[in-house]
Every structure is written in C-alpha cells, then in structure tokens.
C-alpha cells in the first residue's frame, strides 16, 4: 500500500504534523457530517465518526505524507489503531461509491493543504 513510509513534516519542511492532521480532520469531518469533537473522542462514538476518523488517518498517511507514527501521535490513537484504519481504507477503497468519495477527499485535501501535498 502507498504512502506508508512516506517522509516525515521535518524531513519534507511541510507544517508540523497536528497541524496537518487538523486539516484532514476537518475536510473529512465535514464530508461525513460529524462534528470535530465525536472524531477526536477518545472512545469510538458509533461508527459514522469512527470511519470518519480511519478515513482522515488514512489521508493524512496517504495524501498529507505523515508517517504512521506522526498520525498515531496526532490523532492520539496508538500506531497499530493507525495501521488498521490505513488497511481498513484501502480495503474499503474496492467499493467504488466509497473510492470517489475518497478520491474527492483526496482533491479536497490537496487543495486545503495548498497543492503542495
């Protein structure tokens, strides 16, 4: 899967990572019309914000360049809660109404983070 070893914020000079993650947060959080709070709870809160959650981990690997670690840390969920979410996506990405949803997220994010992602 891509993006799982990608380069560290102060390897590539992009923003710290919280900071980035923030920005994912908030495009998926939007998109899947869950509220900031239910996606950075530290209980599951049902499933909505919960996939919502996994799908922001995974853009952040994916689109924003965090290693795992760095979205471990941000979304104060342990690395292998992170891994899971990461395969949990890509895995769900075979649907294809859920893969143009991502694909959306992906451009949506690009853009928000400044192209440069």
């Known amino acids: 899967m891509q993006g799982f070893d990608s380069i560290s914020a102060a390897e590539s000079g992009a923003q710290p990572a ?3 993650a923030d920005m994912a947060q ?10 900031l709070e239910e ?15 996994q799908v922001a981990m ?3 690997n994916t689109v924003l360049r965090m290693r795992l670690t760095e979205v471990a840390i941000a979304f104060d969920r342990r ?6 979410a990461l395969h949990h996506v890509e895995d769900m990405r075979d649907d294809a109404e859920f893969d143009r949803t991502v694909d959306y997220l992906e451009t949506a994010l690009r853009r928000a983070a400044g192209g440069g992602a």
């Open 58 to 60: 995974y853009l952040s």
């Open 79 to 84: 690395p292998s809660t992170v891994c899971h």
């Open 39 to 53: 996606m950075r709870a530290v209980t599951r809160r049902g499933p909505k914000p919960a996939l919502a959650r």
């Open 26 to 35: 908030a495009v998926v959080a939007y998109a899947y019309d869950v509220t």
């Open 18 to 20: 919280p900071c980035r």
